[in-house]
């Protein structure tokens, strides 16, 4: 989907955008992901069998679930700041036709480019670079630094700016529905979900799955950072553990008990999130009497 085929409102805050923007073009070998919660309730429907039935991931207007502020109705926060990012272009528009959020994953994360808002992500494919939108820091900080694809200062703004990990992303609008059959390159899974009902809900979505290596916490390193969302989430980390230790799959199944406040179990991920992220496999060094000698190489 090519931004001339967006529709007016959509053109509109592009365009606006754009007028706002600096700087050079983003690489195009970045690309924006959505992170996500897949296990999480959305009406009655996980989120991933929500998007195996709907083909289609809609935003937070129309679902009304989000894994920050639940806002986005009319005269609400997300309301008025897409107002003020978008010049009111969506002031009037169907709450399908605003745009989905994610993250441009400039520091190419095995777990996306904003794990904080989920364990999951959709990599999007490069064509929907051309119909989103950017801007540092998220928007529900009123950032006064935005983006485009052809105008892209916000990377080289968020490697000076030392932020947090789970604040250390570029916040993407991708405007126009993100079909899974057409604008993702893949689903990124946990491999705490293999053989779960997550799995088996991800293989009917028309996209490849695939897994990055995992977030795990212990209880023990869990108990080193009781200043980082507070002393009571620890605690509460240490309750819903199982065996001493923390995933996604873990915190999920204690958000549907009911038993515990969403809001206090996203505290738990963002422990979770900071300080059991995956990371890329080391570099594995190759013996210097080795090098240069291996079968296929060329002098």
């Known amino acids: 989907m090519s931004p001339d085929e967006l529709r007016p409102a959509q053109r509109r805050a ?7 923007s600096s700087g050079g073009p983003v690489d195009p070998s970045l690309r924006v992901t959505v992170n996500f919660h897949p296990d999480r309730a959305a009406g009655g429907r996980t989120v991933l069998e929500a ?18 502020g639940l806002t986005a109705h009319a005269g609400g926060d997300r309301w008025r700041w897409e107002s003020r990012m978008f010049g009111g272009a969506y002031d009037d528009a169907p709450a399908r036709d605003r745009p989905v959020y994610g993250a441009l994953d400039f520091r190419r994360k095995p777990a996306g480019g904003a794990p904080r808002f989920g364990s999951a992500h959709l990599r999007l494919t490069a064509g929907t670079l051309a119909r989103t939108t950017f801007c540092r820091p998220d928007s529900c900080l009123e950032p006064t630094a935005f983006g485009v694809a052809a105008r892209m200062a916000l990377v080289a703004l968020a490697e ?17 529905p993100v079909r899974l059959d057409r604008d993702v390159e893949a689903l990124v899974l946990d491999p705490c979900y ?21 977030f795990r916490l212990t209880v023990g390193e869990l108990r080193r950072h009781p200043g980082y969302r507070g002393p009571e989430y620890v605690e509460l980390g240490a309750a819903v553990a199982r065996d001493g230790l923390l995933d996604p799959r873990i915190i999920g199944d204690a ?17 979770l999130a900071r ?9 594995v060094p190759v013996p210097v009497a080795a090098a240069g000698t291996g079968a296929g190489e060329t002098g």
């Open 160 to 176: 000076a700016d030392g932020a947090d990990a789970l604040d250390d992303y570029v916040e993407a609008q991708v405007h126009g």
């Open 275 to 283: 300080f059991g992220a995956p990371q890329r496999p080391a570099a």
């Open 51 to 68: 998007l195996a039935e709907d083909g289609v991931y809609l935003p937070q207007f129309v679902t009304g679930t989000s894994n920050g």
């Open 14 to 20: 592009l365009r606006h955008v754009a007028s706002l």
């Open 194 to 214: 293999r053989g779960t009902q997550v799995e088996a809900a991800a293989r009917h979505l028309p996209c490849p799955v695939e897994w990055h290596p995992g």
């Open 255 to 271: 958000a549907r008990t009911g038993r515990h406040d969403p809001q206090d179990l996203k505290k738990v991920w963002h422990c």
